[in-house]
Nanobody
Framework: QVQLVESGGGRVQAGDSLRLACEATGRTFGTYTMGWFRQAPGKEREFVVGISLVGDSTVYADSVKGRFTISRDNAKSTLYLQMNSLEQEDTAVYYC?????????????????WGQGSQVTVVS
């Protein structure tokens, strides 16, 4: 199993940037495909971006392409999400999730582990 803890959320102005981090403990981080999901109030959790085991493959939701960048440092067991040009619509709780897979699933039910979430609030 793997335990995940997100950090780096906050309240920012539209157009600002934030970087989220997700630290993993437990089973070897590099054996998991990782994803970022988000859930806004009253909405279902949605896929944001995913990254393969060694970071050679990424999948982005259309809504964040060109603004968000996912990366991972397997030596530090940490996943990152760089968020630029933030919009009010990006306001949500952001979750990092892990799945023991060689592909990058976009369906949340495919993931086996997730953290407690980090709140991101974007105001105009």
């Amino acid at each position: 199993q793997v335990q995940l803890v997100e950090s780096g959320g906050g309240r920012v102005q539209a157009g600002d940037s934030l970087r989220l981090a997700c630290e993993a403990t437990g089973r070897t981080f590099g054996t998991y495909t990782m994803g970022w999901f988000r859930q806004a109030p009253g909405k279902e959790r949605e896929f944001v971006v995913g990254i393969s085991l060694v970071g050679d493959s990424t999948v982005y939701a259309d809504s964040v392409k060109g603004r968000f960048t996912i990366s991972r440092d397997n030596a530090k067991s940490t996943l990152y999400l760089q968020m630029n040009s933030l919009e009010q619509e990006d306001t949500a709780v952001y979750y990092c999730e892990a799945v023991f897979s060689v592909t990058v699933p976009q369906r949340e039910e495919k993931y086996d582990f997730w953290g407690q979430g980090s709140q991101v609030t974007v105001v105009s």
